[in-house]
């Protein structure tokens, strides 16, 4: 897999204005707070190419960014509990319209390995399922559990939310943990994706 210095590309509001693009589309979700941001700086390997924040729940906005063999896109986090019943429903809208109508390749979902997945954590895989994505679970800031926690937390949270052991990868935007694995992940599911295409056509 060939890739390049990634590129912020564009921030988006609304589905007409979804990125047209050729490439294998990787999409980020998971809950404010729990990491996006820094899982896509750790991935560019670098420090400040998806702004992190201290005050979460702030991004109502799907943020695109190219890193060459794929585009990846930031999805808005959920479960940010001082947003208005309105704001809530436009996100919940704009998630749908992503996941239902964009040529995805892959959902990269991520959880916070401390805590036990929330219920909006478990709407999601829910989604993800319904909408037959394929996606797997990225388990963040690893680097704060004690190295041998990690493991059997990996397994809980597997379990918890009903996928195998090979479906949930450790991660650390601190240490560069899962860093190969996800690259890994992404390349076969890209060729996956392209195989499933190429099966299509040729019906
Ligand atoms: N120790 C540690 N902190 C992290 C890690 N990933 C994110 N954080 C911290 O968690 C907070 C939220 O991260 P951010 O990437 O903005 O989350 P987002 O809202 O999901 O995009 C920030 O203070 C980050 O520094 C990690 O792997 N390890
Ligand atoms: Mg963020």
């Given at each position: ?30 809950k404010s707070n729990v990491g996006k941001s820094s899982l896509i700086n ?162």
């Amino acid at each position: 897999m060939e890739l390049k210095q990634a590129t912020f590309v564009t921030s988006v509001a609304s589905d007409k204005n979804f990125l047209k693009t050729d490439k294998p589309i990787i999409a980020i979700c998971g809950k404010s707070n729990v990491g996006k941001s820094s899982l896509i700086n750790m991935l560019a390997g670098q420090k400040k190419l998806a702004k992190t924040s201290v005050t979460p729940g702030r991004t109502r906005l799907i943020n695109y960014f190219d890193f060459g063999a794929f585009m990846l896109a930031d999805l808005p986090g959920y479960g940010f509990a001082k947003v208005s019943k309105e704001e809530k429903k436009k996100w919940g809208e704009l998630l749908e319209k992503f996941l239902s109508t964009e040529d995805i390749t892959l959902v990269l979902s991520l959880v916070d390995i401390r805590h036990d997945p929330t219920s909006d954590d478990k709407m999601m895989i829910n989604y993800l399922y319904h909408y037959a994505l394929p996606f797997t679970l990225i388990a963040t800031k690893a680097d704060k559990l004690g190295k041998t926690k990690v493991k059997p937390r990996l397994k809980e949270i597997a379990t918890d939310l009903r996928v195998g052991i090979a479906d949930i990868t450790a991660s650390s935007a601190d240490t560069g943990l899962g860093k190969k694995e996800i690259f890994s992940i992404i390349e076969q599911a890209i060729e996956a994706h392209k195989e499933s295409k190429n099966f299509k056509e040729e019906e």
